[in-house]
DNA sequence: CCTAGTCCTTCCCGTAACAGGAAGGTCAAC
DNA sequence: GTTGACCTTCCTGTTACGGGAAGGACTAGG
């Protein structure tokens, strides 16, 4: 498989793929031409990859992934780990919006949005209050 | 003052004041010294693009929110479709991060987190499912 | 006056995860 | 044999700074 194959059938830019063998995620074979020679195993693990990213892993995460999907000696434990780790910090970030979603809305709802200059929101955040911290 | 009197009052770090005059943000005056000379005025400024920064505005929009402050000719429907433009991009973010904590959760809690291999997050990772689009 | 310590300056590299694009080799088809 | 679609490497740019080096400026103390 070349590198437009693999991307549509992974759903991933064939930039993509080769960074990700860049940075040593992936190690597909070359043909004499010199062009990447995927196999579908490594089709398998950029699918792997694509849904962990999707799921918010950062890259390094989904290298500790791979290889704990690599390890069949591994304790569902440290896979259960990682994932409860990332999952704490998706809750934070969501807890994190909220706030700044609250605070704006608040903003914006007070602003009458008309051809008048006054407006709630500058005075806002021109002002120090509760609001930001 | 100097620019770690600004940054102690501004509650920014002074590498971040250094870029905001980099990027053109700010403008201080320089004292014979060579060392940046903030007034009031800067204060205020700094002050504000921190509190913009906290309700998770960009650099640019920053920018655009400073310029439509400083013009008392401005029309507050302008500074309302800005935020009111962040504030969907925060809630499209908040939903995209509900989506996958809500994946994740599942997967987590399917797993025994014990020291046996058999992992539902890896092999949820390995398959196409409806999970990951 | 000298020195130590704290401030300030500029400059350059590194971050995360790629995207865009240039310059050029390869391959399949007509 | 010449398009056109593919592939290659390499270099730059993105966001919003942080870290740290090399060196000048200022303050307090001896």
């Known amino acids: 498989m070349n590198i437009g194959d693999v991307a549509a059938r992974a759903g991933l830019p064939a930039k993509t ?13 070359r043909s004499d031409n010199g062009y990447r020679a995927f196999r ?3 089709l398998h693990k950029l699918a792997f ?9 950062s890259i390094e995460e989904c290298r500790r992934l791979l290889a704990l999907y690599d390890d069949r000696q591994r304790a569902s434990s440290d896979v259960k780990a990682l994932a409860q780790t990332h999952l704490t910090q998706i809750a934070a970030k969501i807890t994190e919006l909220r706030a700044m979603e609250a605070t704006l809305q608040t903003l914006v709802s007070a602003c009458a949005g008309d051809d008048r200059p006054d407006c709630p929101i500058l005075t806002g955040l021109a002002e120090a209050k509760d609001c930001c911290g």
Chains 1, 2 share one sequence.
């Open 17 to 29: 793929i080769r960074y990700y063998e860049d940075i040593g995620l992936i190690r597909p074979l």
């Open 40 to 42: 579908e195993s490594d």
């Open 49 to 57: 990859i694509g849904r962990a990213r999707g799921l918010g892993f």
